[in-house]
């Protein structure tokens, strides 16, 4: 499948990442020249061009633009000429004015995370209704290659985003929580960052594979009186659950 990804930023690089995974999938990536995507093309064998004619030219089935939500509206004008499948990463950029500068396109709005260079992302996926099934499902293929899937409505695209790629950095504090605990308490860094990530891993895989809800996982902690239903009230004592809601409606103020 020939893939064609526009903007190698962040989030780019790592869908290029977690995409170069599959020896199926032939990558090409249009970025601006720049020392360190050359750098990457060479590091996952990709196909790099520096203008949007040059994409065109290589008739890709599938185009993913990671740009900036500034430009994008601009360079999608420049790819009508391509009969692909075009999935736009860009935040706040609108599926009806994606439409309007790729009309009669087929068009998929999605919001990743970071995770998705390991093939361990949340993807939020919205497609319209007149979107024929084969164009669906050649979106759902490729982005299942990427991590889990989360199908919504457009307007539910924000608060997706907002839990699944913001959720990384508000994880990353709490590993690093974790690990300045471990630390206090006599362990050396690289050892309690291991413990907190392995942890954190291992709660989130139970979480998905349990039929169970999350209180009822916390229940099956918590032994009356015990150690850890001690420091679970130490946690709302210092506003953590507040703390965490917090964060999610401040980062998901547009």
Do not use: W
């Amino acid at each position: 499948m020939k893939i064609a990804i526009i903007g190698v930023g962040h989030m780019g690089s790592a869908m290029i990442e977690g995409l170069s995974k599959n020896p199926n999938n032939q990558l090409i990536a249009e970025n601006h020249k720049n020392p360190r995507v050359e750098k990457l093309s060479k590091k996952y064998n990709f196909k790099l061009v520096n203008t949007i004619p040059e994409l065109v030219k290589t008739e890709p089935e599938i185009v993913i633009l990671t740009l900036p939500a500034n430009v994008t509206l601009e360079v999608a004008h420049q790819l009508q000429d391509l009969n692909s499948l075009f999935i736009s990463a860009a935040a706040g950029i609108s599926y009806y004015d994606l439409s309007q500068a790729l009309p009669n396109k087929a068009i998929a709005r999605i919001i990743p995370n970071t995770p998705v260079s390991i093939q361990a992302g949340t993807i939020g996926l919205f497609t319209p209704q007149n979107m024929s099934v084969s164009y669906k499902n050649k979106a759902v293929h490729l982005l299942s290659q990427l991590g889990e899937i989360v199908e919504v409505e457009e307007d539910k695209l924000s608060i997706v985003g907002t839990i699944g790629g913001c959720g990384p950095a508000f994880v990353d504090v709490f590993i690093e929580a974790l690990n300045e605990a471990g630390v206090l308490n006599g362990l050396d860094s690289k050892t309690a960052t291991k413990l907190a990530a392995s942890m954190v891993k291992g709660s989130a895989d139970l979480a998905l594979k349990s039929s169970k809800n999350p209180t009822e996982l916390l229940n099956e902690v918590c032994s009356p009186g015990g150690t850890t239903i001690k420091g679970v009230v130490a946690l709302e004592k210092s506003g953590f659950r507040y703390s965490v809601i917090n964060a999610v409606n401040k980062a998901n103020q547009n």
